[in-house]
């Protein structure tokens, strides 16, 4: 039915989506592999060379004979009133007899290529007009009879004397001796060589084989001690490996596994650190909101319920504040500080909008919030999330620290010359001393004394997010202040100041 086929077809294409699953290979099958492969391929090359090498060892002897017996039939051919003859004595006839396995053939021809003896189906050789090779014993490959021969043949000049030659030196009269054989004792040889050559090679091969099985094996069992000793590790052992007790060729593999334990580590200890404050600063507001609540519910006078529910509404807001900064920290501790990730910004308009977050605040406060703009762009890079938190963190903190009637300046500019973009947040409160200000940077710092509430996390968020940034922060008391007894702040965070791009600046 077509119904029935839909829910396969639907399978099918599920199962067709679905990601392939990568096969995992084995070091040592691969290293085995590449050393085997070669080896196999390259010994049937060894064989097809061998065999070559054999048959030339073999022919060696055997043309060596058939060159003496051609020789020796030569000596015997001559010139008998104008006509070739051949006087074969006993022991050159005992030269050509044929033995149990090659069968020998002669053949004598006359300077026209006319038969004088032995077997008149033998053919001639090609032509050769060089004279040098008169007298020369030369070899050839033919067929006889059906079989593969192989033939000796020299051309003898039939002018023996010296004064014959004397009369027709341009015209010699030549003789053709030829000696021919089977091959079959040449093959019976050269297969006996290529036994005595392949034979062992049986026996070498699988001992070649185990040998680099076994090399192997202690090659890479520093591999396994190494996989040994870290799953004899304990779970909360961090510690580098030992590179030293490696090979030179896994070094770099264990010092980029120590170079992932230490930033293993660096996260699992910014990790604990971060439970251990978020857990011993929130004990006392917390505490702080089950005492109100406890109080009120004990309470029956109205106004004494209303004050205990003021204060725990004021608990937890300071909660709530603390739990954003921690989150805050947290956020910007592990942030990655890849330039990659960093987008072009443009730091006075992203200053205005995060001063006009907090201008609602700072009325509440009966405070002066400013922002002095730039009459030009000012382009960084950075993530704009983080730089919003960090000016957000300092604006906090002066808006905090601020008696009311004061005031806060929030500044953008930039150093063409020195290639810096700077932002300043300048105040007109109780101001920090000196030997305070190196410490109010630290995380839970507040200086003794300070009728505030700060959690004292939000310059520590404001560093975290500068050293993310590769950025200054300097502090300073604020140069215009007058009275000594509110010198003030001026917080300057310095960036780096990119390259500025044509575009309408449409700020305010």
Same mark, same amino acid.
């Given at each position: 039915?077509?119904?029935a086929?839909t829910?396969r077809k639907k ?7 679905q ?5 995992q290979?084995?070091?040592f ?5 590449w050393?085997l492969?070669p080896?196999?391929?390259?010994w ?9 090498i ?13 060159e ?5 039939l ?10 070739v003859v ?11 007899r ?5 069968n ?17 189906d ?6 050769d007009d ?6 020369t014993?030369?070899f ?7 079989s #593969? ?6 051309q003898? #000049?039939l002018r ?31 297969n006996?060589i ?25 090659g890479l069992?520093p591999?396994?001690?190494l996989?040994?000793?870290?799953r ?9 490996? #030992?590179?030293?007790?490696v ?8 010092r980029?596994?120590n ?6 580590s660096?996260t699992?200890?910014?990790q ?7 857990a ?9 909101m089950?005492m ?13 319920v209303?004050r205990s ?15 954003n ?12 500080p890849q ?9 006075s ?28 762009p ?12 960090m ?6 903190n002066a808006?905090h ?19 810096l ?7 007109t ?6 030997s ?5 940077f630290?995380?839970f710092y ?12 939000g310059?520590?968020i ?6 993310q ?29 990119t ?10």
């Amino acid at each position: 039915m077509p119904g029935a086929a839909t829910p396969r077809k639907k399978r099918r294409a599920a199962i067709a989506t679905q990601p392939e699953e990568r096969i995992q290979r084995s070091l040592f099958g691969e290293i085995l592999d590449w050393m085997l492969a070669p080896l196999l391929l390259l010994w049937p090359m060894s064989i097809a060379i061998t065999y070559l090498i054999a048959q030339s060892i073999a022919n060696q002897p055997f043309d060596r004979a058939l060159e003496d017996s051609v020789t020796v039939l030569a000596q015997q051919v001559s010139e008998l009133n104008g006509k070739v003859v051949a006087r074969l004595p006993v022991s050159a006839r005992d030269l050509l007899r044929a033995d149990d396995v090659d069968n020998i053939y002669y053949k004598i021809s006359g300077p026209r290529g006319e038969f004088v003896e032995g077997d008149n189906d033998m053919s001639l050789p090609p032509p050769d007009d060089d004279k040098q090779n008169i007298g020369t014993v030369q070899f050839r490959n033919d067929i006889l009879h059906g079989s #593969d021969v192989r033939i000796a043949y020299v051309q003898v #000049d039939l002018r023996r004397t010296q004064a014959q030659r004397m009369a027709a030196p341009n015209t010699p009269k030549l003789a053709t001796v030829q000696v021919g054989e089977t091959l079959e004792k040449r093959a019976q040889l050269a297969n006996e060589i290529i036994k005595g050559v392949i034979l062992p090679q049986f026996i070498i091969l699988p001992v070649a084989l185990a040998l680099v099985w076994f090399a192997l094996s202690r090659g890479l069992s520093p591999l396994s001690e190494l996989q040994q000793r870290i799953r004899a590790r304990r779970p909360d052992d961090l510690s580098p490996i #030992d590179s030293r007790q490696v090979p030179e060729e896994i070094s770099p593999l264990v010092r980029s596994l120590n170079d992932m334990l230490t930033r293993l580590s660096q996260t699992i200890v910014i990790q604990k650190r971060f439970i251990a404050d978020a857990a011993h600063q929130m004990k006392t507001p917390l505490a702080g909101m089950r005492m109100q609540s406890e109080l009120a519910l004990r309470q029956s006078d109205p106004v004494d319920v209303r004050r205990s529910l003021e204060q725990l509404a004021k608990s937890s807001e300071s909660a709530t504040r603390l739990v954003n900064q921690l989150l805050s920290l947290a956020r910007a501790e592990n942030q990655l500080p890849q330039i990659s990730s960093f987008v072009p910004i443009e730091l006075s308009e992203l200053a205005r909008n995060v001063v006009q977050d907090w201008v609602q605040m700072s009325f509440t406060q009966r405070i002066d919030l400013g922002f002095e703009q730039p009459g030009h762009p000012i382009m960084i890079s950075g993530n704009p999330l983080m730089l919003r938190e960090m000016l957000s963190n300092l604006l906090d903190n002066a808006l905090h620290y601020t008696p009311p009637e004061g005031s806060v300046t929030v500044r953008a500019r930039s150093d063409e010359a020195a290639g810096l973009a700077i932002l300043e947040v300048e105040d007109t409160g109780p101001g920090i001393a000196v030997s305070e200000r190196q410490h109010v940077f630290e995380r839970f710092y507040r200086i003794l004394g300070t009728p505030s509430s700060g959690s004292g996390l939000g310059l520590a968020i404001v560093r975290e997010i500068a050293q993310q940034h590769h950025a200054e922060v300097e502090l300073s008391h604020n140069p215009h202040c007058e009275d000594p007894k509110h010198p003030g702040c001026l917080f300057r965070v310095t960036l780096q100041l990119t390259a500025r791009t044509n575009f309408i600046d449409d700020i305010g």
